[in-house]
């Protein structure tokens, strides 16, 4: 069994809060700039990766929230905190990488990130259920 303290969680916690800041920059950038820049179907996907970066920020902020009020984290509350970062970074940012390079390989990264984050959600699932 990994030992962990409620440093990851406040760890996890700064990494939510920047996720979101980054998410709500990029959100401006894509409504402001890159609008009239980049087309339509790459809009979308670039919107995509934005939209699946703030819900997972939001979802590590849950997690962050709850390592901070465990007396003896869970590994799988860290094991799905993990995930939604590699997730998030992969997910997103092969998405980023796609709408604004036009590089198709990028597209091929997209789905392990999302394996990624479907594993963290099993993760937090399993934790929340054993607790």
């Known amino acids: ?7 990851i969680g406040r ?5 939510a809060a920047i996720l979101g800041g980054v998410g709500v920059t990029l959100g401006a950038v894509g409504t402001h700039s ?13 919107e995509t990766g934005i939209r699946y ?5 939001l979802g590590l902020l849950f997690i962050g929230l709850l390592l901070l009020h465990s ?6 509350l860290v094991a799905a905190g993990g995930a939604f970062v590699l997730g ?15 590089l198709n ?16 959600w099993g993760c937090l699932a399993l934790a929340v259920w054993k607790t």
């Open 105 to 120: 390989g990028l597209g091929a990264m997209t789905p392990v990130g999302g394996v990624a984050l479907i594993l963290g």
């Open 11 to 15: 760890i996890f916690l700064c990494i």
């Open 88 to 102: 998030t970074l992969i997910f997103s940012g092969s998405l980023y990488g796609l709408s604004l390079t036009g």
């Open 53 to 57: 970066q703030m819900y997972h920020a």
């Open 34 to 46: 890159l609008k009239t820049q980049l087309s339509q179907g790459s809009l979308v996907i670039f």
């Open 71 to 76: 007396e003896s984290p869970p590994s799988l």
């Open 1 to 7: 069994m990994i030992k962990v303290d409620n440093q």
